[in-house]
């Protein structure tokens, strides 16, 4: 594995740190303004929406303990994985209570496991994190986050539009969809209530010229959170479960299409690209 020490990344296997926050409807608030959603029904003790607890429990580090890429710099709680470019891969989230805007929280994060892969890109280190969020004393979300960290090959540019693409595996036929074109004003907006400093989000020098994408890459977790909000949407009551795995990097200036299908009794929703391949894709519990 050239300069990865898998045994001593997985020395952060375990590793465990708390943090607080009040889940402030002014900050949701905002969250909506940038989806462009109405914020009326977003005030004291009103529900959170699906994963919109990502707007919150920032870390806010100086540029002095920044990476190149904008991130944290390696090495604190992330275990210190020594390839470049870092991807928001997927996770699994359960909603098992509501957490009320207005209320006082607690998340309590692991590293749950640190594992190598080779990909047809080089080499892949892939870092999940257990998150809990915690309400009064009641668990009220669980979640797996997946962080992917890859070889710094460049990115291959997106199909063009009208080229062929075979869709994915295991997905059902879409009976309902919805499009939708992000701008650059959103990504900064969602940026800035994520405190994201990635660099791919907002620089698009660093985008072409240092991780070899076209354009900017629209947040996978903003994709998940229009998908999830869809889902829920669709079957007209809340989420349970929601599990996402990001696919391919949608980029700005395209089109993305969200689908719903259901298939043996199971919800799914995705995202495709204006070439039709599939960007994000999802299971949703109800």
């Known amino acids: 594995m050239n300069e990865i020490n898998l045994a001593y990344l997985q020395n952060w296997v375990g ?8 889940l402030a409807p002014r900050h949701a608030g905002l969250m909506a303004a940038t989806l ?6 977003l005030g ?33 709680f992330l275990p210190p994985v020594p390839l470049p470019n870092r991807m928001w891969a997927g996770g699994v989230v359960n909603f098992d209570a509501p957490l ?52 710094a090959a460049p990115a291959h540019p997106a199909p063009p539009v009208g080229a062929v693409v075979p869709t994915d595996a295991g997905l059902p036929i879409s009976t309902r969809t919805r499009t939708y ?8 907006r969602y940026s800035a209530l994520t405190f994201n400093g990635h660099r791919i989000h907002y ?29 829920q949407e669709v079957a007209g009551c809340p989420l349970r479960e ?5 696919l391919r990097p949608a980029l ?7 689908h719903w299908g259901e298939s043996a009794g199971t919800a799914m929703v995705w995202v495709t690209l204006e070439s039709g391949a599939v960007s994000m894709q999802a299971e949703a519990l109800f």
């Open 203 to 231: 620089d698009l020098d660093y985008c072409r010229g240092v991780e070899g994408y076209d354009n900017l890459v629209i947040h996978g977790p903003l994709n998940a959170t229009l998908l999830a909000a869809w889902a």
């Open 100 to 151: 009320p805007l207005g209320a006082a929280v607690e998340k309590r994060s692991r590293i749950a496991s640190v594992q190598h892969k080779a990909g047809r890109s080089g080499d892949l280190v892939f870092v999940t994190v257990a998150h809990e969020i915690w309400h009064q004393g009641q668990l009220a979300l669980r979640e797996l986050h997946d962080i992917v960290y890859k070889s």
């Open 252 to 258: 700005l200036g395209q089109t993305l299409t969200l």
């Open 36 to 41: 462009g959603l109405s914020r009326d029904a």
């Open 44 to 76: 004291v003790g009103a529900a959170l929406p699906p994963l919109w607890h990502w707007t919150y429990f920032l870390e806010g580090l100086p540029p002095t303990e920044l990476g190149r890429d904008g991130h944290p710099a390696r090495g604190g």
């Open 242 to 246: 929601f599990r996402y795995r990001g």
């Open 15 to 22: 590793r465990e740190t708390t943090t607080h926050d009040l």
């Open 181 to 188: 074109r992000p701008d650059a004003t959103q990504l900064f």
